[in-house]
């Protein structure tokens, strides 16, 4: 987010852009963390349309970023086990159609016929499913990387190891941030972008952000001849996925007992669950060699919704808040940040039921398509 939105404000000539980091390098939190998953199949509309603007950034990339991103769009297969779910996806697949993403409801059969790698008789056992082909994967680093090259072409100033301790804020105006080496930077603008860590920065203004850190866990494995074209497929009632990745298999499961915390350290005791259940389903899996493994965290609001845009203290916005599907979203967020902040709206994409003022007025529509 922090990237993107440093380029689409320098390709604006917004003045003087300074982008903190307080890593060694960019990238390295929950973006460098995530699956690389993109997808339309969403259940709010605004999410639908972020998807489609972004995925078509991403086909550009290559061409106006100079910087190849590895995008397959290879489908995103979700596998439905109950009859309540399958109706939520009809209503969701009958939206993504009215804003002309053509995804399909597919029947067991089509299922095994396209996913010949799933055991469709697993507990829960799968008895529908959905896939639109243009999801698909995208490599995460080298997005940010493109952001932050082209961002420093036009002028933007970035610093990684530049933690920031504190936002400063003066009654009810933001007015810059302080750094942990004590440096005071004053700025027209600040726009919290921290990921997981944007709730407690933003304590250290005394303003309450609702974005929780929540850990959630991949497993790699070495290759086993898995083909490119295999779609990412969501077992949605497990929240269980799996995507090609070097030929062989990235998987994660989310631990709905997982409790609050900036907790980056693996949870063993997870993987052995998360991996019973993967090799169930992915029966392949169990001769699988361990390739590689790590935890991330999603940054988590109460409705599974960003939080974009101007927030009530004057020169303050953020960006973040995505809740498991910030990285799919980084292309448009990125400019629609920069028209907030220029134009004083964003207005490619109606944005209001993303904006903070939902929880003061208990306005909330959540995203239920969530992994
Ligand atoms: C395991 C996992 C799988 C995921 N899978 C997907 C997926 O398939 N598709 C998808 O779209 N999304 C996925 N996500 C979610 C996605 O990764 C996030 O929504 C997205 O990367 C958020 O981007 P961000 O820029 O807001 O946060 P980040 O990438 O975390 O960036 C925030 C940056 O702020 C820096 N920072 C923090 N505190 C400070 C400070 N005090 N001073 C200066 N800098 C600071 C951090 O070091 C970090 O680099 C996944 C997440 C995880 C953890």
Redo the contacts with the bound molecule.
């Keep these: 987010?922090?990237?993107s939105a440093a380029y689409h404000l320098a390709r604006r000539n917004a003045g003087s852009i300074l982008l903190?980091?307080?890593?060694p390098f960019?990238?390295?939190?929950?973006?460098?963390?995530?699956?690389?998953?993109?997808r339309h199949q969403f259940s709010t509309q605004v999410n639908i349309q972020l998807s489609t603007l972004s995925i078509q950034m991403m086909e550009r990339f290559p061409q106006e970023m100079e910087q190849e991103i590895d995008l397959n769009l290879v489908g995103y297969l979700f596998l439905l086990s109950s009859p309540q779910q399958l109706q939520d996806f009809q209503h969701n697949v009958a939206l993504q159609h009215s804003l002309g993403i053509q995804t399909e409801l597919l029947d067991r059969d089509e299922i095994a016929r396209r996913a010949p790698l799933i055991n469709l008789d697993a507990e829960p056992a799968i008895i529908g499913g959905t896939n639109y082909h243009r999801d698909g994967l995208a490599d995460?680093n080298s997005m940010v990387q493109g952001y932050a090259k082209q961002a420093r072409r036009l002028g933007a100033d970035i610093r990684t190891s530049?933690?920031?301790?504190r936002i400063l804020r003066q009654n009810d105006r933001i007015i810059g941030v302080e750094t942990s080496d004590g440096q005071r930077i004053l700025a027209g603008t600040t726009l919290l972008?921290?990921?997981?860590?944007?709730g407690s920065?933003a304590a250290t203004a005394n303003f309450h952000l609702p974005v929780i850190p929540l850990r959630?866990?991949?497993v790699v494995t070495r290759p086993l001849q898995i083909p490119r074209t295999m779609p990412f497929i969501i077992d949605f009632a497990q929240s269980l996925y799996f995507h090609y990745e070097s030929g062989g298999i990235l998987t994660?499961m989310s631990n709905q007992q997982e409790t609050p915390g900036e907790k980056e350290e693996v949870d063993h005791d997870w993987t052995l669950i998360h991996l019973e259940k993967a090799i169930q389903r992915f029966p392949l899996l169990e001769k699988a060699q361990l390739l590689s493994q790590w935890?991330?965290?999603?940054?988590v609001t109460p409705d599974h919704q960003a939080i974009i845009g101007k927030l009530p203290l004057e020169n303050f916005y953020t960006?973040?808040g995505?809740?498991?599907?910030?990285?799919?979203?980084?292309p448009i967020c990125g400019q629609l940040m920069a028209e907030e902040i220029i134009d004083g709206r964003a207005h490619t994409v109606n944005i209001d039921s993303l904006r903070y003022q939902r929880f003061q007025n208990q306005t909330l529509h959540p995203e239920k398509n969530i992994?």
């Design positions: 987010m922090g990237a903190l980091e307080s890593a960019l990238g390295q939190g929950a973006t460098g963390k995530c699956a690389g998953g993109i995460p530049t933690p920031v301790a972008t921290a990921g997981p860590w944007s920065l959630r866990q991949i994660g935890a991330g965290l999603y940054e960006c973040t995505f809740s498991g599907h910030g990285f799919m979203h980084g992994v």
